[in-house]
């Protein structure tokens, strides 16, 4: 019953004025009419994301109030920019953030899962169903739906790890190389995988080139840095050699405080000159003596001993930022020096090729410098090609998000069938498994089951395909123990190519729920705005 509240009545009995506890405006929303209001929230907020799902989905285009625009099919996205005032609606935009942190992907699943739990509980709570026997129910699915996945997951190959690659990939712009990207990705985390702990996203970096296209993308194995070369002497193309990471400067530590030297004579002016200038070939000289080709420099290079390097064969580039040195340094495999005092072989890192490359056609001042093919790196970049505005953007939330649910598959070493397979599979299972339910949650696990349908009811649909007559079809296919899903043109077939990381999709099942779930607690709104 929604209405203007005045208070909660707390009088013993007639006569007694109520007491007021809450502002005039105040609106409380009891009964039926809670989940009403909470379930038609989540029906707006799926059927936003409803026609960006699959293969076929359409992208959105988010205009922000900063004027700036960004064209995305990315769930995780379009919900983070989205200005949500409703409370249910918040808890739906917070439930997509727990999925893109946990995985990067499966965001619009996830929210049409929970959108369809709810619709489901909607019809149940109208035929007069209490929400715990609801909840109830939708658990006892879950629990078991999630156990059921390990009998459909399927043993990991370097085939389906690339399908995995581009089923995630799916819809983000990076399909236009859609192929080329998926391998990089793979390669990516091979590589780094080798030399760390575990197979992650944050063992790659990410380059914008600035030119070309999507197709001339390529792994750099090192890292790639936007800076000017400072003399047009300096080597290109060092190979196989040394490299040493500064932290700080390389130049005589200037005063702190003002400071006057007086000099009386020429012969003063000349010692001093001599001292500082044997100062500064001692910092060269520090370098020169531990092998280095190549020094990065967080701080500033003296120009003085920048061209004794130089005259030497040694590049010095300064003023890196953090981010930079720590990649450079995880790529190469050296320690970041504090002081180049300290400095010694052991410190340093080693390369393959040191290349950089001037763009004059173009007004940028800063080179490309790539530090390849590094013996065995930590981190890896990939250069993405491209103009570097949105459209690159949109690209590199695509490989992010690949990279993220093609890391995951490679620790669990199992993955599951994508194109609503899975979820058709969990349908039969849930209802399977209802049969020997002999109470009312027997109703809600029916729910649940055709709920799980949606995931391949959205796929058709999207593709311009007859969603009840897909799902009826698949219904009857996974009587037989045929593990079908949706394919691109909408067609029921053996879901080749389109796999998921388990814990993607038992996530997303999991979030989904237990969002709904909480929704169906709620027994009362308060509202201080009134609505
Ligand atoms: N080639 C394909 N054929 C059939 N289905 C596919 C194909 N590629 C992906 N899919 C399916 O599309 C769905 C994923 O769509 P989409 O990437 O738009 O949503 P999401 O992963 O849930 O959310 P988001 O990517 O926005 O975080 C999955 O069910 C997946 O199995
Ligand atoms: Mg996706």
Redesign the pocket.
């Known amino acids: 019953m929604a209405g203007p509240c005045f208070g909660w009545d707390m009088s013993d009995g007639a006569g007694k004025p109520p007491v007021v506890i809450v502002k005039e405006q105040t609106n409380v929303t009891s009964g039926t009419d809670v989940q009403e209001k909470l379930i038609s929230a989540s029906d707006v907020f799926a059927n936003l994301l409803k026609p960006?799902?699959?293969?076929k989905?359409l992208d959105k285009m988010m205009y922000k109030t900063d004027g700036n625009t960004a064209v995305t099919?990315?769930?995780?996205k379009i919900v983070s920019e989205l200005l949500v005032k409703h409370p249910a609606a918040k808890m739906l935009v917070s439930m997509c953030q727990s999925q893109?942190e946990a995985c990067g992907?499966?965001?619009?699943?996830?929210m049409l899962l929970c959108g369809a739990l709810l619709q489901e509980s909607q019809t149940l709570l109208r035929k007069g169903l209490h929400p715990l026997t609801i909840i109830g129910g939708y658990r006892k699915s879950m629990i078991s739906a999630i156990s059921m996945l390990d009998d459909i997951a399927t043993p990991l190959s370097d085939e389906r790890l690339i399908g995995v690659a581009e089923?995630?990939m799916?819809?983000?712009g990076a399909e236009a190389s859609l192929e080329l990207l998926s391998r990089i990705v793979v390669k990516t985390l091979k590589i780094t995988s080798e030399n760390t702990d575990y197979p992650a996203a944050e063992h790659v970096s990410m380059f914008k080139s600035g030119k070309g296209s999507l197709s001339d993308s390529k792994v750099i194995s090192g890292v790639a840095l936007r800076r000017r070369i400072p003399l047009d002497g300096l080597p290109n193309d060092i190979r196989d050699a040394k490299i040493a990471i500064v932290g700080g400067d390389l130049k005589i530590r200037s005063m702190t405080r003002d400071a006057q030297i007086k000099i009386a004579s020429p012969e003063e002016l000349d010692s001093f000159v001599d001292a500082e200038r044997e100062r500064k070939e001692h910092i060269a000289n520090a370098i020169l003596g531990t092998g280095a080709s190549v020094v990065l420099c967080g701080g500033e290079v003296d120009k003085d001993v920048l061209h004794t390097l130089a005259d030497r064969g040694v590049v010095a580039i300064s003023e890196l930022d953090e981010v930079d040195l720590r990649n450079a340094a995880e790529a190469t495999s050296s320690t970041i020096i504090d002081s180049i005092m300290d400095a010694s072989a052991d410190n340093l890192g080693s390369f393959g090729s040191f290349v950089w490359e001037r763009n004059e056609s173009t007004e940028m001042v800063e080179d490309i410098i790539r530090i390849d093919d590094c013996p065995s790196p930590a981190l890896v970049t990939i250069e993405v090609g491209g103009d570097g505005k949105e459209a690159t953007e949109e690209a590199i939330r695509g490989i992010h998000?690949s990279l993220r649910a093609t890391s995951l598959a490679m620790s669990e070493k199992a993955v599951l069938p994508?194109?609503?397979a899975s979820h058709s599979m969990i349908a039969h299972h849930v209802r399977s498994e209802m049969e020997s339910e002999p109470g009312r949650e027997r109703i809600a696990m029916e729910a649940f089951a055709r709920a799980m349908e949606t995931?391949p009811a959205v796929?058709a649909e999207n593709s311009g395909q007859n969603p009840l007559d897909k799902v009826l079809k698949l219904r009857s296919e996974a009587r037989i123990g045929n593990c079908m899903?949706?394919?691109?043109d909408g067609e029921i077939t053996l879901?080749e190519?389109?796999w998921?990381p388990k814990s993607v999709i038992s996530g997303s099942l999991e979030t989904a729920t237990e969002t709904a779930i909480s929704m169906l607690r709620i027994d009362q709104v308060v509202s201080a705005r009134g609505d």
């Open positions: 960006t799902f699959g293969p989905g099919n990315d769930g995780a893109e992907d499966g965001v619009t699943t996830t089923t995630a799916i819809g983000k998000d994508g194109g609503g995931i796929l899903g949706i394919d691109r879901p190519g389109v998921h």
